[in-house]
């Protein structure tokens, strides 16, 4: 079966030893992709103190962010965002950011949605709320 690793140059660089993506037969697994822009370290929505700590975040600025780049790295890799079948979700405020991420997911899958399933964890590798894992077809 053919397999190989996708890197997207419109998406932000990994910030680990991954690819953005790799291709597995007629599936493609994303990485965990957050909302970082690419050239950059800047975080849409998030503003940080002098220690690099959150000051304050926007969790509908950092979806509609990460929604753009799982978009990017789709079409790089050859595929397209109604070709989603399944995505995680990872929030680190479940509590406070669920609704705003709810609404704009039915917002971007308004028809047929892929299968989802949303998880609180108490933290991610860069100062961000949220960060997707992604399966397509292609």
């Known amino acids: 079966m053919e397999k190989y ?5 419109k998406a932000p660089e990994p910030v680990g030893h991954y690819p953005h993506a790799r291709k597995v037969g007629n599936l493609l697994f994303l990485s965990g992709v957050g909302p970082r822009e690419r050239g950059t370290k800047k975080i849409p929505g998030v503003e940080l103190d002098e220690n690099g700590s959150i000051v304050s975040y926007d969790i509908e600025a950092q979806c509609r962010s990460v929604f753009n780049n799982i978009k990017n790295i789709l079409e790089d890799s050859g595929s397209s965002w109604d070709k989603i079948v399944d995505v995680t ?7 406070d950011d669920f609704k705003t991420y709810n609404k704009l997911w039915a917002e971007y899958f308004a028809i047929d949605p892929p299968c989802r399933t949303t ?3 108490n933290c991610l590798p860069t100062p961000i709320a949220i960060e997707l894992k992604v399966i397509a077809t292609i």
Do not use: C, G, R, Y
Request: proline share 0%.
């Open 5 to 9: 690793s996708i890197d997207s140059h």
């Open 119 to 121: 998880i609180e964890i």
């Open 89 to 95: 979700v990872f929030l680190t405020n479940m509590k």
